[in-house]
């Protein structure tokens, strides 16, 4: 019973996390696109240009503010389930947790959401450095709400600066707890995968827009921003997953070679291209590998070591998922890089003309519209759950800090966390669809543009909100 409480309660934050972390991963790095957006807007000179950057900034500043609403919802009801779910989690690392999760509300709340209404409704109400200085907090606010949630969660990974009185956690250096050994490597890894996910996002919109006939210059620009964004962010992503990659064979072994696929510890240790773990078994069936490549990558010396997870008979994690979800992040990764580089080639070769681009090809940027969401749920799926069966790491087993909370209970709190999550995630794409549909029919259908680039005349009241 309790083995069946403690798996219901992991699926369950499991399910939260999941549609949790789909916002934040838009809104870190877009957030940052939105600075860029306005200040193209002010140092242009072309009165045309001036409009196509304003465009552009007020469609994505409500994609933005959307995306907020929705992750800071979510955030609230999953730090309700340390309280409902896991309880002994609170007690033992309260005093470490419990701080860190308080700066990132205030971060959040303070900054975000202080000053997102100047970057929502301050335009003409405030000055322009003002409004964007307001834009530029709200960007700053969202990349420190982020720093402080990975310190937290990279420091259950590989947890320093700490000391254990009376069965709790207790700070000992903070220095450590903050920036303990693998928290710059996976904030550098969150950062290029939310700066992926925007790319891909502001590049499938706008192919809809010019796909569907409702595109203006601004479209353009922003489809052009997103294939420069993912062509850098993509081959950065792969140099630092590699780095995290090595960080994590250092101080998580066991994580590595469920990745891997690797039972016994092995020199030269191949790449499993393809493989069915099974976990009873212990092997693998039906492998597809490239002969010492695993070792290679991982020690740079294709005769290397691996250390297998029989080395680790109870304190490895479950191999398929790990195994799987991590190729799932490592194929979406190669095909977002391909897609970036062949796309923009495309676009250099046909005179930075989006006219000229193949249909075939906006329709294929229009499906990977939420590429990078697949990639970072993948790739979060093999931290967390490469993580287990400890919640912080080879201290705190998870089933030792569970609720005593009945399994039915949990099932049914499950369904229906699961069921609002569907609903909210299929409202948000077609909200998604139908501010990329009707943008430019609003705001400035008919309105005139001064020589400095500026409206001259209002449609109706209040439009520019």
Known sequence: MLMDAVFLARMQFAANITFHILFPSISIALGWVLLFFRLK?????????????????????????????????SGVTMSFQFGTNWPGYMERVGNIAGPLLSYEVLTAFFLEAGFLGVMLFGHRRVGEMVHLGATFLVA????????????????????????????????????????????????????????LTCAFLLIGISAWQLLKGVATDSASRVLRTGLVFAALAAPAQMMAGDLHGLNTLKHQPQKIAAME???????????????????????????????????????HDADG?????????????????????FRIMVGMGILMLLVSWVGLWRHWRDGWDFSRMP??????????????WVA?????????????????SGLIRTADVASRVPSSSIAVTFAIYVAVYLALLAAYVGVLKYMAETADKKPYANVKVSPAGEPQQYQRRGEFA
């Not at 420190?144 to 000391?163: C, D, H, K, R, V």
């Not at 693998?284 to 290679?296: D, G």
């Not at 970072?376 to 993580?387: L, S």
């Open 140 to 195: 700053f606010g969202t990349l420190m709400s982020a720093f402080w949630i990975l310190a937290l969660n990279s420091w259950m990974q590989t947890p320093a600066g700490y000391e254990i009185v009376n069965g709790q956690f207790h700070a000992r250096s903070w220095l450590e707890i903050i920036f303990n050994p693998s928290f710059p490597y996976r904030l550098v890894h969150m950062m290029l995968a939310s700066a």
């Open 359 to 372: 249909r075939p090809m906006l329709w294929l940027f229009a499906g990977m519209t939420f590429a990078g």
């Open 305 to 325: 070591e691996l250390k297998g997870l029989n080395e680790f008979p109870s304190a490895h994690p479950p191999v398929f998922a790990v195994f799987w979800c």
């Open 261 to 299: 696929g690797i039972w016994e510890t092995t020199r030269g240790a191949p790449l499993l291209l393809f493989a069915i773990p099974d976990d009873a078994a212990r092997t693998n069936h039906f492998e597809v590998a490239v002969p010492k490549l695993a070792s290679l990558i991982l020690r």
């Open 41 to 73: 807007h002010l140092r242009a000179t072309d009165p045309q240009q001036k409009l196509d950057w304003l465009r552009a900034y007020r469609l994505w500043t409500k994609v933005f503010a959307l995306t907020f609403a929705l992750g800071v919802v």
């Open 376 to 392: 970072t749920i993948a790739g979060w799926y093999v931290t967390e759950i490469g993580r287990q069966p400890f919640i912080v």
